[in-house]
């Protein structure tokens, strides 16, 4: 008989979170977070967290499933407003603006902070109107002919112009999983945000899509801050240049990627990426 | 490591188990098909046979017996003089003179009177509409065709579908009615009147005219308050409003309300609409306001499974982007919600389009005549209508109840077709 035994017990048996190691803050932060605490009614998901993201960086924020990862991610552009149960408090900041300030527009704080989901949700409509949708309702473009560019442009950014270039008025949906993540990274693109959240966005895909998406990740870097949310350690150790690993709702270790995967400071994270749990 | 299955029964055995209850399984899956195939063709049947006996009750009220008159427009008949108006000349002793001098044996008044009764009431005021449109007939004698009483075309039409009269008319009455037809006086038409006129004591003058364009404008009373009322109601109830106990007792009572008897709505529209606010009586707008009362609920509850059934995927997908709560509700909330919305509303309208019960409390059982002309003319609807005739003594009004019964399902039938082709443009989209 199998002794089975759940991945908590396993991984933190009597190994002690104190605190993060590694180098969590940096000089050229996009966003810094400090003391985040996040709760679901009186159920707390996240363990006062505190990081940065660097600029141009993708950050890879790995973990178990249910360490909060997701969670800290959506709280990055405060997605989770739509939850009503759900708390925030500590600071998170983009270039020195308080994320959750009362003046801080949500819709204003989206549009810098575009977010990329895990399974692939175009609009039903055409592509063309997925991707000119986010610069529609922010009037981001004057006339057609500036809305016809940022679209085309988006969606070179994005890989998806030349499979697509010829039914640009055919559904969203009627694209493949790849092409449909690729348009929705688009759409995100269209709207010129500052940092891109991606949760999970190759875990729906087949490993071309995801080789296409990793690619692209690796050239949107040049331009903005990428956070990522991943399952896949391989696809956090290719992506990513920084990487932060989260254990039960707290932050175990961050640090280079390289450093991280060849010499994990912390017991917890070297379990993790050797593959005893997760 | 063991497999447990393995160790409690030997593999052929979990075969044969598996077989002995393959036997039962199937069994029980024809039971259920053949249950479901009898309840479907049950329901088929029965709808079968209520069209089947609607439609062979009302085919009689579609065409109307005509009888022609031999009209002696003289001066002298009509108490014309020179320089008169037409209009009111003595109309009802021509026509009297015309049919005595078709029947010269009938002499007795008793007789008379009856054989004016095969003509219907409204003969004279055919002759004096022939003579205004034709002014220069005066002085002549003219053929002129008016319709046959209700009870004689009534009897006629039995004669000819049944070969023998169910209705009972008097003998004499019989006699003359047969040598009109030998003489070829007496022509069937279609009864394009059914359509064009409005109700009336006379069978063969009554038309649903009336009735349906007073069903017309309450249902777009009712439309035009219910759906945006009913969409912003479940909107804001799904997309902002908290979720906290007053939206609970909101939902609860939401849920009450469609079950409240509709004679309840009627009875608030007299009191509140009416008596408060000093509406018209019998007027569409006041019954489309009492129908939106009735028809909310269903909206509401339909559109909100509707907006709950959108995925959240799409709304997580336009927030991301920087849209407002408002801009997402309406560019990718609704127009995917809007197949069920659509579904919600048909339903609640064509159960707002069947009801009679509230509407008989706020006066839309009276007796109108005229065709009403906006929503605070006096007015009645289809169903009202058919239970007024149905109510009625007259022979004639049966066949009537039936074609109306036949228009009020068109009617349904228009509406529901134009709402699925709207649900299909959406779901195309």
Known sequence: MVDITSADSLASGNIVIDGTVGECFSDNAKMSMRNVDVFYAEKQAIHDVSFDLEKNQVTALIGPSGCGKSTFLRCMNRMNDIIPICRVTGSLEIDGDDIYHKKMDPVLLRARVGMVFQKPNPFPKSIYDNVAYGPKIHGLATNKAELDEIVVTSLKKAGLFNEVKDRLDEPGTGLSGGQQQRLCIARTIAVSPEVILMDEPASALDPIATAVIEELIDELKEKYTIAIVTHSMQQAARVSQKTAYFHLGQLVEMGDTKQIFTNPRHQLTENYITGRFG | ?429
């Open chain 2, 1 to 429: 490591m063991t497999n447990s299955v393995d160790t409690v029964l030997p593999r052929s055995e979990v075969t044969e188990r598996i077989k002995l209850g393959l036997k039962k399984r199937h069994r029980s899956e024809l039971i259920f098909k053949s249950f479901g195939l009898t309840a479907l063709t049950v329901g088929f049947l029965l709808v079968f046979f209520l069209l089947f006996d609607i439609i062979s009750k009302a085919l009689p009220a579609f065409h109307q017996h005509w009888v022609k008159l031999e009209v002696d427009y003289s001066a002298a008949n009509l108490g014309y003089t020179d320089g008169d108006s037409l209009d009111k000349l003595s109309y009802r002793g021509t026509l009297r003179k015309s049919i005595y001098n078709q029947f010269p044996e009938v002499k007795s008044r008793k007789d008379k009177r009856k054989l004016n009764g095969l003509y219907s009431s409204n003969a004279e005021f055919a002759i004096k509409d022939y003579l205004i449109a034709n002014p220069d007939v005066l002085n002549t004698e003219q053929y002129v065709w008016v319709r046959l009483d209700d009870d004689v075309d009534v009897y006629l039409k039995e004669i000819e579908s049944l070969g023998e009269p169910l209705i009972r008319i008097d003998a004499t009455e019989a006699q003359w009615v047969k040598s009109l037809v030998e003489n070829d006086y007496i022509e069937k038409r279609f009864n394009i009147e059914f359509f064009t006129s409005s109700d009336s004591r006379e069978p063969e003058l009554a038309g649903v005219r009336g009735a349906l364009t007073g069903t017309m404008l309450t249902m777009l009373v009712t439309l035009i308050l219910s759906f945006p009322l009913g969409v912003a109601a479940a909107v804001y109830l799904e997309e902002f409003a908290p979720k906290n106990r007053w939206t609970d007792i909101i939902e609860v009572n939401i849920n009450n309300l469609a079950a409240v008897p509709s004679i309840i709505f009627g009875l608030l529209g007299l009191a509140v609409i009416i008596n408060v606010f000093g509406l018209p009586r019998s007027a569409p707008l006041v019954g489309g306001i009492v129908l939106t009362l009735m028809t909310l609920p269903t909206i509401i509850i339909a559109s909100r499974a509707s907006i709950k059934a959108v995925p959240p995927s799409i709304r997580e997908a336009a927030l991301g982007l920087g849209a407002s709560k408002v801009q997402t509700a309406f560019s990718h909330v609704l127009p995917m919600a809007m197949p069920g919305i659509l579904t919600g509303t048909i339903i609640g309208m064509a159960q707002a389009l069947g009801e009679t019960a509230p509407l008989l409390m706020i006066g839309m059982v009276a007796f109108i005549v005229d065709i009403p002309a906006s929503v605070t003319d006096a007015a009645t609807v289809m169903p009202v209508q058919i239970f007024l005739w149905a109510d009625s003594p007259e022979r004639g009004f049966l066949a009537k109840t039936s074609a109306a019964i036949m228009v009020l399902l068109g009617f349904l039938f228009i509406m529901n077709a134009s709402a699925a082709y709207l649900r299909r443009r959406f779901e195309s989209n």
